[in-house]
């Protein structure tokens, strides 16, 4: 009788679908990973980055570091990473990760970075450092590098970069041109592909990959022609998964694509000639980067004894 007669409303939260629902990460193998990367002073971008499949992953012992701290020069409206002024590079973090790739055992690693637009090369040398540190302790390890773009610094940090020999080279476009100016307004498009183009020009045996959300108010013949795009530059590999909106702050999830037009968009990527496609709400850059990266060694194979 003494409850108010008119209650605030209260502000109605976006409800996910169930198909990008996952399980909590728990488990003491996903401890022990955490705890790895912690005594050994590692970034993760499945932390940093908020990863819906972090649970999945580090229960296997999967883990995608972060090289070059955990603070980035640049502040898309997609990422959930920490802006402003970068601390000095860690001149152990090399070592470091080759240590945390035998403890784990990998077979297949991928490294990442935030973007360092305050050093000279970018960053480059830190990654060619991980590499050469990799092959000197887990030389069976294969090696799998995301880097960022590089402004005004590409043509020297490719070529550096593609020296040190990784087996495959990623650098995601995430969206589509038009929506670069509020999405990623630090990069550009054409340089993004341009870069990817270049990789492949110096090593053509190096794999190159690129990944895309969806989302974020796209049209579909804007991912077909990014598609083309790819197709252009000669990219490999095609990732594309659905964004989710770290925090309140950050660009707003305008469509929850489906399964199904995952799969539709899957059908077309494959039709364009990409050796391997990921495409799937939860598909992310490292998602099973590993089993990937067999399947597109074998689909190269393939397509070699097919040539001859």
């Known amino acids: 009788m003494n409850a108010p007669t008119h ?17 909590a990460p728990i488990g003491a193998e996903f401890n022990e990973t955490r705890r790895l990367m912690r005594d050994l002073n590692l970034n993760t971008v499945c932390e940093e980055a908020a990863c819906p499949n972090i649970g999945e992953c580090w229960t296997k012992k999967h883990a995608t570091v972060m090289i070059l701290g955990d603070v980035c020069t640049r502040a898309c409206a997609f990422c959930n990473v920490k802006t402003g002024m970068p601390r000095a590079v860690d001149p152990l973090e090399p070592e470091h990760v080759a240590i945390a790739a035998a403890k784990m055992g990998l077979e297949h690693i991928v490294i990442t970075s935030v973007d360092r637009d305050d050093l000279p090369d970018g960053g480059a040398s830190q990654f060619v450092k991980v590499i050469e540190a990799l092959r000197r302790n887990t030389p069976n390890t294969t090696i799998e ?94 990732t594309m998964g659905q964004y989710l909106q770290p925090t309140p702050k950050h660009a707003k999830v305008m469509d929850f694509v489906t399964p199904s037009a995952f799969d539709a ?39 070699i004894a097919k040539a001859l």
């Open 145 to 238: 590098i995301l880097t960022p773009d590089f402004r005004n610094k590409a043509q020297a940090a490719i070529e550096a970069i593609v020296t040190a020999r990784p087996d495959v080279y990623n650098h995601n476009l995430e969206t589509v041109p038009r929506l670069y100016p509020t999405i990623r307004p630090g990069a550009r498009y054409y340089a993004s592909l341009r870069l990817l183009e270049t990789v492949k020009r110096h090593d053509p045996s190096i794999f190159t990959k690129s990944g895309v959300m969806l989302g974020l108010g796209e049209e579909r013949m804007e991912v077909h022609q990014v598609m083309d795009d790819m197709r252009s530059a000669d990219i490999d590999f095609l």
């Open 265 to 303: 968009y899957a059908a077309i990527a494959r039709a364009k000639g990409f050796l391997l496609v990921a495409a799937s709400p939860l598909t992310r850059s490292s998602y099973h980067a590993g089993d990937d990266f067999a399947k597109m060694r074998d689909a190269r194979a393939v397509q």
């Open 7 to 23: 209650l605030p409303e209260r502000p109605m939260r976006e409800r996910k679908p169930d198909w990008i629902r996952v399980k």
